[in-house]
């Protein structure tokens, strides 16, 4: 798509927890750089650096990423499920990516994200399905997750 993005996390702090899981508050600063036609093999400069706050629900049963609209003031909580590769799509890859690195500890790659996401998903025992018309919400602030009990199903 021409872009290339970056992320570095620069503080992490736990900010409440539930029996599913824990809520991590996260401060990242983002870099983006513009390849035209596909040419990511030639440098570019990056932009950007900003400092953006989001939140992640690390739980094996109900993870999400929580994202702010800037517009409307309210938070989107994106549900993933680690394991399952008919859930990455390409609107939710960074999703992954940021995921596994904020709450385990571990780079994922673009490269080979469907498969890296698979064997992460079970090395970590992820177990969990959403239905398909609740993987995105809406939220009045990012700790109203704690309380959402979500319309997941457990997998056998």
Not at 6 to 15: A, H, I, K, Q, Y
Not at 125 to 151: C, F, S
Request: with cysteine; net charge negative; glycine share 8%.
């Amino acid at each position: 798509m021409d872009y290339c993005s970056w992320f570095s996390t620069e503080s992490r702090d736990n900010v409440g927890a539930n029996a599913k899981g824990t809520l991590v508050k996260v401060e990242s600063r983002w870099w983006e750089s513009h390849h035209p036609n596909g040419s990511y093999n030639k440098r570019a400069p990056r932009k950007g650096g900003g400092l953006a706050i989001d939140y992640f629900f690390c739980s094996k049963s109900a993870p999400a990423v929580i994202d702010s609209d800037q517009e409307t003031g309210q938070w989107t909580a994106t549900r993933l499920a680690p394991g399952e590769p008919a859930d990455i799509a390409g609107a939710n890859t960074t999703a992954y990516l940021r995921y596994f690195s904020v709450c385990h500890g571990v780079t994922v790659t673009e490269e080979n994200l469907y498969e890296q996401t698979v064997v992460l998903g079970k090395k970590f025992g992820y177990h969990v399905v959403w239905d398909p018309d609740q993987m995105q919400i809406t939220i009045r602030r990012p700790e109203d997750i704690l309380a959402d009990q979500g319309a997941n199903t457990q997998k056998n």
